[in-house]
C-alpha cells in the first residue's frame, strides 16, 4: 500500500502540473489571436478622441497624421484638411461609446459625435447627436484609422 502511494502521488501531480501549463497556453494563444491588449485598446481609445479633438477645432491638417499610411498615399495632407475643415456640419463634441475587437492588429470602435448644422428654413443651427463607427489598424506599431472610402466594396 505505501508503496502504490510512492508511485500514484507523483504520477497525479505530474498529470495535474500537464493540465494546468496546458490550460495556461491556451489561455494565452486565446487572448493573442482575438482581441489588442488593453493597453492597445487605451491607445486606441485616445487616439480616435484626439483625431476628432482635431476635427473639432479645424485642425484637419493636423488630423492628417491619424490616418493609415496607405490612406495617406492616396490624398494629401491638403485635400484633406480642404475636405474636412470645409463641411457643413459643424462637430462640437467626441465622446467614446464602444470597442470591437476581433483580431490582435484591428478594432471598430464607435464614437458619439454631437454637431451642430445649418437647415434652411430654420433660425439658427441645429443640434444633433450621432454615431460614428471607425476601423483602426495596428501598423508598423502604431495604430491609425482606415477611413471608408466611398465607392470602395468589401468582400
Known amino acids: 500500500m505505501i508503496q502504490l502511494r510512492r508511485i500514484a502521488l507523483p504520477l497525479i501531480a505530474l498529470v495535474a502540473a500537464g493540465c494546468a501549463s496546458q490550460a495556461q497556453r491556451t489561455e494565452v494563444a486565446a487572448n493573442g489571436d482575438t482581441a489588442p491588449s488593453a493597453k492597445d485598446k487605451a491607445i486606441i481609445e485616445q487616439r480616435a478622441i484626439q483625431r476628432w479633438e482635431l476635427l ?67 433660425k439658427g443651427p441645429v443640434s444633433s447627436v450621432g454615431f460614428v463607427t471607425e476601423t483602426w489598424i495596428k501598423t508598423g506599431g502604431k495604430w491609425y484609422i482606415l477611413p471608408n472610402m466611398p465607392g470602395a466594396k468589401g468582400g
Open 56 to 122: 473639432i477645432n479645424h485642425q484637419a491638417a493636423k488630423a492628417y497624421d491619424f490616418l493609415s499610411p496607405g490612406f495617406r498615399a492616396t490624398k494629401s495632407r491638403e485635400a484633406y484638411a480642404a475636405e474636412m475643415n470645409n463641411r457643413p456640419v459643424q462637430w462640437s463634441k467626441v465622446l467614446p461609446y464602444s470597442q470591437k475587437c476581433e483580431k490582435p492588429t484591428v478594432c471598430e470602435v464607435s464614437l458619439q459625435i454631437d454637431a451642430n448644422v445649418n437647415m434652411p428654413g430654420v
